[in-house]
């Protein structure tokens, strides 16, 4: 080993060991997504999807959330839990697709079709959130639709995930042109190839990829979606459609089976964003802290409580 490495790994076991320590002082959780840097998943407390971090963050008995995702994540968490302290390890991890929707553009919008229910996939913001009917995360987003007495919905800001919802609903779905442009890379032939080298693979996506992706594939699932299907399926090859940091939770939680990213270039640089530095550092001085104005909090609380109460 060089002494190069040799330093890195002393340096990340000396990390690893300050944050633990750090938590016990600050009573504090360490919740991670599923597409976060290896070395950040395997700190965490708890790794999940959007829907299983929200719950895990509303059910806490911490003073302290160090939330390991980007800012709608730590934004939800923040809304179900005002009296905690939430801290995101990099503020500057965002999501471009939540910021493709405004408050003020979806206002006018619902003025619009003043008979339409708005539905807000959870990645956006607290003010969205705060405009909106209820709120949905891709694992729930068909059965939060279906749940609606509305026929007609106005779903903000995914358009995919919105396509993919209406496929399997009867209600009429207007989309908003929003999309994740991290998802975008992934192109028809990477799966069709794939398939010819892989016969025998199973195909899974997330459904903000393209309608004409999702028609290739074999399952249409959120992230954690993904990990519990891995462990269920008798394939011993899966390729997976999706942010590639999920990889490292498949071959760590599946050892005897291969994951093929369909595309190895679909990364989240917001995701990346978080180190052990930045974790420790935002354990040692409480911050960056996310906190939404409290007008605005009640507002999206409304919409992300009425999602938790529908999906069970
Ligand atoms: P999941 O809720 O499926 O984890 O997805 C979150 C996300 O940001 C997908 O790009
Ligand atoms: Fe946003 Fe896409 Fe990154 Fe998810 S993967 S956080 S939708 S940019």
């Known amino acids: 080993m060089s002494l190069r490495t040799t330093a890195d790994k002393n340096n990340r076991v000396t990390l690893i060991d300050k944050i633990s320590k750090l938590?016990?002082?600050?009573?504090?959780?360490?919740?991670?997504?599923?597409?976060?840097?290896?070395?950040?998943?395997?700190?965490?407390?708890?790794?999940?999807?959007?829907?299983?971090?929200?719950?895990?963050?509303?059910?806490?008995?911490?003073?302290?959330?160090?939330?390991?995702?980007?800012?709608?994540?730590?934004?939800?968490?923040?809304?179900?839990?005002?009296?905690?302290?939430?801290?995101?390890?990099?503020?500057?991890?965002?999501?471009?697709?939540?910021d493709m929707a405004t408050a003020e553009r979806l206002r006018q919008k619902k003025s619009e079709m003043p008979n339409a229910s708005?539905?807000?996939?959870?990645?956006?913001?607290?003010?969205?959130?705060?405009?909106?009917?209820?709120?949905?995360?891709?694992?729930?987003?068909?059965?939060?639709?279906?749940?609606?007495?509305?026929?007609?919905?106005?779903?903000?800001?995914?358009?995919?995930?919105?396509?993919?919802?209406?496929?399997?609903?009867?209600?009429?779905?207007?989309?908003?042109?929003?999309?994740?442009?991290?998802?975008?890379l992934i192109q028809p032939d990477h799966i069709i190839q794939l398939k010819q080298q892989h016969p025998q693979a199973k195909v899974i996506v997330h459904p903000e990829c393209r309608h004409n992706i999702i028609a290739l594939t074999d399952e249409t699932l959120s992230t954690s979606g993904m990990c519990r299907y891995a462990q269920k399926s008798d394939a011993r090859e899966i390729v997976v459609g999706t942010e590639i940091g999920i990889i490292h939770r498949l071959k760590k939680e599946n050892p005897g089976k291969t994951f093929i990213p369909a595309y190895k270039g679909t990364i989240c640089p917001d995701m990346k964003l978080t180190t052990l530095e930045k974790v420790a550092r935002a354990l040692e001085t409480l911050s960056p802290e996310i906190k939404v104005p409290e007008d605005i909090r009640l507002r999206a609380k409304a919409s992300v409580d009425k999602m938790l109460a529908v999906s069970k």
Not at 39 to 51: H, K, M, P
Not at 122 to 148: G, P, Q, R, Y
């Open 23 to 98: 938590k016990e002082e600050r009573n504090a959780v360490i919740l991670v997504h599923n597409y976060q840097p290896g070395e950040i998943q395997d700190i965490g407390d708890f790794i999940g999807d959007s829907l299983g971090l929200s719950r895990i963050a509303a059910q806490t008995d911490a003073d302290v959330i160090v939330f390991c995702g980007v800012l709608f994540m730590a934004e939800t968490a923040s809304i179900l839990c005002p009296n905690k302290t939430v801290l995101l390890p990099d503020i500057n991890a965002g999501c471009p697709m939540a």
């Open 118 to 184: 708005v539905v807000c996939y959870v990645n956006s913001t607290a003010e969205v959130k705060a405009e909106s009917d209820v709120c949905c995360t891709s694992a729930n987003a068909v059965e939060v639709i279906a749940s609606l007495d509305a026929e007609e919905i106005l779903f903000v800001p995914d358009q995919h995930l919105g396509h993919y919802a209406s496929t399997q609903t009867n209600k009429n779905i207007v989309l908003w042109p929003g999309f994740c442009p991290s998802h975008m």
